[in-house]
């Protein structure tokens, strides 16, 4: 017995020494306090060993590690080049020779087609890419351009079929030369896109700290060719674009037409070109129209039988913005060296339009037709004109005033965004903080923070965009950021000391401050300039205090979908800002955190809220009024072929 007894005391013994150490997170006999970072067997406190999985939004469980939050490169899209889809690289000279065997006019409209297909506010790029992918190639070539599609990338630049219509406006023969081979189009492509980006490659050996770190130094090739990139391809809505147009030239300029630094920029505009502003406008949108309704190219001239405006206003309009292949081809040839670049579209900026011999015309780029209508161009013919008569000051004037506009644009934009807080503009923190040092536009007020906003017009110089010359983009820097953030510093350190003297009650604690840059005409925005950013502000010692947190830049299209967010989901300004600020898409344009953000959970973004739907609309009315009937849709003719559809393949 006592044996047994002893047997029992022993094993008794052992159970406590095997089972009486406690689990990390026991509280007591038993109970476990799970950890929310680890997986147990259902219905034990046992940890699962093994790698810690994680789901996917397609659902899928893959390793913890390998799941991470969007980051800016995913949003970078790359381009199938010639070496990856061929066996072989193109000869140096494959795109010079193809574009000699050509026959000018129909390769150049067949260019424009395929672009104005990618350019349609309806299309899917990745359908269309999959579409010529299939017409253009097959067997090992397919099967390599299908990889690359697949990894995400694309298989036409824009850039590539805009130098592929230059260069032909340049050197392609009117009739191709008898007995040669016939253009592979897709293959010509891929081999313009397999030289893009080397154009700025240093002569010299390269130094590894300058070609493999970036500091934000403008010298960098790279950084450089980011700036221009971003610059090209950034986009925006054709609505919102219309709305703007009208309310800068129109609305806002006849509502502060009695301010003293106002000019008439309607009449500015007749005196410079000879015909109305909204002449031009009908034109321009007619011929927009019809391109993107109809499939066939060109558009013949008698489009405009349908337009009450007489043939000699139609005449006047087109000039300005469409030429013929002589004219374009010497505009280009004018170009200074150093603007004979990758990026250098100036001539198809302003003359986006081919004129036929025969009249008829081929709208070489309609993004580039609406940036010609819209955009800043029109204030340049305005300028142009008006400095051809000798009239240098109203010119001066006239776009001053627009930038003015500009400014006050989107000021009623930063009002209607922040109407739910205290607003200070301008006139308040001048008369609070004086005026003998730079002052912010605007102070948002919010509980425990305040938004400090500064608005701007300059835009990125030829020089740096297009020449891509260090110099030049370190002055667009000093202009565009750096000064702008002077006068956000001070407003900021005024309230910091003082803010009482701007809200008359006393001062509250404020967790901190945001600091916003509005570049109304945009300004490209990602991890190169915004590094490049951080440094220029710390030296010059902007926006250094710790409780002002990095400086958000926005264009006056962030604006508008901040504004239409704000309409429906009720969110606030500083709400918004402080999510792009913690995410890790912080230092790309807030459109595109906005458009990628998986917290929206599928929710659509507006580009612009319902207050400038009749703005839209106003614009569309003025081509609409100088319509005497509304054609029907063409159709392509027997026999013709879209070019997405071509068979020759490789």
């Not at 381009?79 to 050509?102: F, H, K, N, Q």
């Not at 191709?176 to 030289?195: R, Y």
């Not at 002569?203 to 790279?222: I, K, N, Y």
Request: charged content about 25%; glycine content about 6%; hydrophobic content about 40%.
């Amino acid at each position: 017995m006592d044996d047994k007894r002893a047997g029992r005391k022993g094993r008794s013994s052992l159970g406590a020494a095997a089972f009486g150490r406690r689990l990390k997170g026991d509280i007591g006999t038993f109970l476990v306090v799970p950890r929310s970072d680890r997986a147990y067997f259902a219905g034990s406190p046992i940890p699962v060993l093994g790698v810690p999985l994680a789901g996917t939004q397609s659902g899928l469980l893959v390793p913890a590690k390998v799941v991470r939050a969007p980051q800016p490169i995913d949003l970078m899209k790359t381009y199938v080049t010639y070496g990856e889809a061929m066996p072989t690289a193109p000869s140096p000279t494959y795109v010079a020779d193809a574009l000699r065997r050509v026959a000018r006019d129909p390769f150049i409209i067949e260019c424009a087609r395929l672009l104005g297909a990618y350019e349609s506010p309806t299309a899917s790029r990745e359908h269309l890419d999959q579409q010529l992918a299939e017409a253009w190639f097959q067997r090992q070539a397919l099967a390599n351009v299908r990889a690359h599609l697949q990894s995400g990338s694309t298989l036409v630049s824009t850039q590539a079929l805009l130098l592929v219509i230059q260069w032909a406006l340049l050197i392609s023969p009117l009739e191709a030369p008898a007995g040669e081979p016939s253009v592979h189009l897709g293959a010509l492509i891929l081999a313009v896109q397999d030289g893009l980006g080397y154009e700025r490659e240093p002569d010299t050996e390269p130094d590894p700290d300058r070609d493999h770190v970036f500091t934000g130094a403008t010298h960098s090739a790279l950084f450089r060719e980011i700036v221009s990139n971003s610059d090209f391809n950034s986009s925006r809505d054709l609505g919102t674009t219309l709305a703007h147009h009208h309310e800068r030239w129109t609305r806002l300029a006849r509502e502060l037409a009695g301010d003293s630094r106002a000019a008439d920029l309607q009449a500015c505009f007749l005196d410079a070109t000879g015909i109305t502003k909204d002449d031009f406008t009908a034109v321009g949108l007619a011929l927009w129209a019809h391109c993107e309704s109809h499939s066939r190219y060109p558009i013949p001239r008698s489009t405009f039988d349908s337009l009450t405006l007489r043939r000699e206003t139609v005449d006047a309009a087109l000039r300005l913005f469409t030429a013929t292949h002589e004219e374009l081809v010497a505009e280009i040839q004018k170009l200074k060296g150093e603007f004979l670049t990758q990026w250098s579209f100036d001539v198809l900026r302003r003359f986006p339009v081919l004129r036929m011999a025969n009249g008829d015309l081929v709208v070489l780029s309609k993004r580039l037709l609406v940036e010609r209508l819209f955009g800043w161009l029109p204030i340049f013919d305005v300028k142009e004109g008006l400095k051809a008569a000798h009239r240098k000051r109203e010119a001066d004037r006239a776009d001053l005033w627009l930038r003015t506009l500009c400014e006050a644009d989107a000021m009623e934009s930063l009002r209607n965004v922040c109407s739910s807080s205290r607003l200070f503009a301008s006139d308040a923190i001048q008369a609070a903080f004086g005026t003998d040092h730079p002052n912010a536009d605007a102070a948002v007020e919010y509980a425990d923070a305040w938004v400090v906003v500064e608005i701007g017009t300059h835009q990125l110089k030829r020089e740096t965009t297009v020449a891509g010359d260090p110099e030049a983009l370190e002055n667009d820097l000093r202009l565009s950021i750096e000064e702008k953030a002077a006068q956000l510093n001070a407003t900021i350190l005024d309230l910091v000391a003082d803010e009482r003297a701007l809200t008359g009650q006393p001062a509250r604690h404020r967790r901190r401050y945001v600091a916003v840059l509005v570049l109304t005409e945009g300004f490209p925005v990602n991890p190169m300039t915004m590094l490049a950013i951080r440094e220029r502000l710390k030296a010059a010692g902007y926006l250094q205090d710790p409780r002002i947190g990095e400086l958000h830049i926005l264009d006056q299209e962030e604006l508008d979908m901040i504004e239409a967010i704000i309409e429906t989901e009720g969110v606030t300004l500083l709400e918004l800002l402080e999510r792009h600020e913690q995410g890790t898409m912080r230092e790309i344009a807030l459109k595109n955190w906005l458009l990628t953000d998986p917290g929206r959970h599928g929710r659509g973004v507006s580009s612009r809220p319902s207050r400038l739907e009749g703005a839209r609309d106003a614009m569309w009315q003025i081509a609409l009024d100088r319509l005497t009937a509304v054609t029907p849709d063409a159709k392509p003719e027997e026999g013709e072929e879209d070019s997405t559809t071509s068979t020759q393949v490789l």
